[in-house]
């Protein structure tokens, strides 16, 4: 099966720091990129990060910027995202995807994310 | 960064009914495009990509149209399963950007 299972999450006071892990399963993790999606609680969807499938391409929103870090460990086929100096608003369910990106772009699977709180 | 607007926020329907959603973008993105739907409680589910392409799986009442910077994904005879929120993605540059999203209720 297809899939991708995010980890890492938890509580930690503005300032703190956090990795988010992501770990795939069911196909050949290093073809794809892979992206984190972050939701905070009832609001919408924000892109955050992306990374090539070999990690020489790394792309952030600009308010994580300076921030936070992606990278990936192909043998373990598995995605990371650092949190440094976490702010309230970065709180959220933070969903891992992997991305097709060649002719088309699109994000087709999905975790079910790992909840990040900020709070003192 | 290009703003996508996704408009209405929230629309109440019927089964049965056929639905629009419209997206539109800050400046011409081709048909660099895609929506996403997401039910309460779960993942974002891709729907369609390249602005019309529909994801493998997706039921053929969800279709996708547009290309610039004015798009709109149509749902006909909407279905119990379809009353979730949808999204529209573009994926011309970096930074990408959802739309806020548009809630279809009952």
């Known amino acids: 099966e297809v899939q991708v299972v995010e980890s890492g999450g938890g509580l930690v006071q503005p300032g703190g720091s956090l990795r988010l892990s992501c770990v795939a399963s069911?196909?050949?993790?290093?073809?794809?990129?892979m992206g984190w999606v972050r939701q905070a609680p009832g609001k919408g969807l924000e892109w955050v990060a992306n990374?090539?499938?070999?990690?020489?391409?790394?792309y952030y929103v600009d308010s994580v910027k300076g921030r936070f870090t992606i990278s990936r460990d192909n043998a373990k086929n598995a995605v990371f995202l650092q949190m440094n100096s976490l702010r309230d608003e970065d709180l959220g369910l933070y969903y891992c995807?992997?991305?097709?990106?060649?002719?088309?772009?699109?994000?087709?699977?999905w975790g079910r994310g790992t909840t990040v709180t900020v709070s003192s | 960064a290009i703003q996508m607007t996704q408009s209405p926020s929230s629309l109440s329907a019927s089964v049965g009914d056929r639905v629009t959603i419209t997206c539109r973008a800050s400046?011409?993105?081709?048909?660099?495009l895609g929506w996403y739907q997401q039910r309460p409680g779960k993942a974002p589910k891709l729907l369609i990509y390249?602005?019309?392409t529909l994801q493998s799986g997706v039921p053929s009442r969800f279709s996708g149209s547009g290309s610039g910077t004015d798009f709109t994904l149509t749902i006909n005879s909407l279905q119990p399963e379809d009353f979730a929120t949808y999204y529209c993605?573009?994926?011309?540059?970096?930074?990408?950007?959802f739309g806020g999203g548009t809630k279809v209720e009952i």
């Open positions: 990374i090539k499938h070999d990690g020489s391409e790394k």
């Open positions: 390249a602005t019309s």
């Open positions: 993605l573009h994926d011309h540059e970096y930074p990408l950007t």
């Open positions: 400046q011409d993105i081709k048909s660099d």
């Open positions: 995807a992997r991305v097709y990106d060649g002719a088309y772009y699109y994000m087709d699977v």
């Open positions: 069911g196909f050949i993790f290093s073809r794809y990129w």
